[in-house]
């Protein structure tokens, strides 16, 4: 059993003089937030292909913090285009090149966490998706994979679980389901009992930016959730650790520092409750 908090990326500019000393090198930043915490999102895999050097590097600025992870998104031309109308074959092609790139040389190295899937709107529940589906994460086995559904076609009549066919899916591949607290997500706990790893993500309660035509990304992700917020998610958090190996959890409200100020308050928050909380350890972190 562990908890691992963390936040969605680390290379903000405007977390410089607010989360990282003023003088920290550009270069420097991944290094000195693995002394802060055990786990990061990497969120710019998702955009666009690092080369292998950029992979490496990352290894190398974390290899003084054993145990560190970094979990990795997917590219968006698997989760946002082969996944919404390609072949499966191409779908699967597609995800085994991207794993051979990124997550493979990760987890040889053991700095992998999980990969993430954030799915887009556009994937929508049928026989069709969850074949495509189910070609990317044989694809990716035997790696940590969540699934982040973004189609409400995927829960129940009710919208308080996800389809059964989705839940035997994620099973046969021992995949988790994203729980996530955000403004158009249900905070859905799926029960995976045979799925030993959990994936949670924090976007924020910023509903009337989220909903607002032309907002953007940074209005969409600014907010910080205040203790009676978080306090539930702490009990719920430590209750899921008891049937997992692992539950790893992101904060995304990345906006002026406010995803690490609340992962650092989470990690308070558990530690109080006794969950068993992994941290880093360093005479440099950082307390809020």
């Known amino acids: 059993m562990a908890l691992r908090i963390g936040t969605s990326g680390w290379a903000y500019d405007d977390w410089q003089g607010t989360v990282y000393p003023p003088s920290l090198a550009q270069s420097e930043r991944l290094r000195w937030y693995a002394t802060q915490f055990p786990t990061v999102e990497v969120d710019s895999t998702y955009y666009r292909d690092p080369a292998p050097s950029v992979v490496q590097g990352w290894v190398e600025r974390t290899r003084g913090s054993p145990g560190f992870e970094l979990s990795v998104k997917a590219p968006q031309t698997l989760t946002h285009e082969a996944l919404v109308n390609a072949e499966p074959t191409v779908c699967a092609q597609l995800t085994e090149a991207w794993t051979a790139l990124v997550a493979r040389p990760l987890a040889q190295a053991r ?171 360093s005479p440099q972190r950082r307390l809020f």
């Not at 994937?123 to 495509?132: M, Q, T, W």
């Not at 993500?201 to 035509?213: A, I, K, S």
């Not at 997992?244 to 409750?273: I, P, S, W």
Request: charge should be negative.
């Open 111 to 281: 700095r992998l966490g999980a990969v993430l899937l954030q799915l887009s709107p556009a994937v929508i529940h049928g026989p069709e998706a969850l074949a495509r589906l189910d070609a990317a994460l044989s694809a990716l086995a035997p790696l940590d994979v969540a699934v982040e559904f973004r189609n409400r076609s995927w829960h129940d009549e009710a919208g308080t679980a996800l389809r059964p066919d989705a839940l035997a899916l994620l099973g046969e591949h021992c995949s988790a389901a994203v729980i996530v607290d955000g403004p158009s997500f249900p905070d859905i706990i799926a029960e995976q009992s045979s799925v030993r790893h959990a994936y949670v993500r924090f976007h924020g309660r910023n509903r009337e930016d989220w909903f607002r035509r032309g907002a953007s990304t940074t209005e969409r992700y600014d907010y910080l959730y205040d203790d009676e917020e978080l306090e539930p998610w702490a009990t719920r958090l430590a209750e899921l650790a008891r049937s997992k190996d692992v539950v790893r959890t992101y904060f995304n409200n990345h906006v002026e520092g406010k995803a690490f100020q609340n992962a650092r308050t989470m990690e308070r928050m558990l530690a109080d409750v006794g969950a068993p909380l992994e941290r880093a350890v």
